[in-house]
């Protein structure tokens, strides 16, 4: 099973930015699919999540400003990212799994793409 992330990349304050993360190995329709970020000094942090039955849950600081999606047919999911700001800086990580409960503790979710590095500059 292998998850791969990409879309990345350095970005002005205001900008756009569109993840996608592949996966291989195994159908996930029935997984919850999600987003995670890391910055330099921080520990992971969840930032968006859409379950296998249809619910989306993103944290405070991004809502209404990203978007995920997900295509069981590609196995695939993206995270649409519009207004960045410099907080926003960080490695994302999309991740699969069925977690027992809630969906903000990285140790719950079971495979991890490989990460990618969003810049966004002031």
């Known amino acids: 099973v292998q998850l791969q992330a990409s879309g990345g990349g350095l970005v002005q304050t205001g900008g756009s930015l569109r993840l996608s993360c592949a996966a291989s190995?195994?159908?996930?329709?029935?997984?919850?699919m999600g987003w995670f970020r890391q910055a330099p000094g921080k520990e992971r942090e969840f930032v968006a999540a859409?379950?296998?039955?249809?619910?989306?849950l993103y944290v405070d600081s991004v809502k209404g400003r990203f978007t995920i999606s997900r295509d069981d047919a590609k196995n695939t999911v993206d995270l649409q990212m519009n207004s960045l700001k410099p907080e926003d800086t960080a490695i994302y990580y999309c991740?699969?799994?069925?977690?027992?409960?809630?969906?903000?503790?990285?140790?719950?979710?079971?495979?991890w793409g490989q990460g990618t590095q969003v810049t966004v500059s002031s």
């Open positions: 991740a699969a799994g069925r977690p027992p409960s809630g969906l903000k503790t990285p140790k719950d979710w079971t495979y």
């Open positions: 190995g195994r159908t996930f329709s029935r997984d919850t």
């Open positions: 859409f379950t296998w039955s249809g619910d989306t």
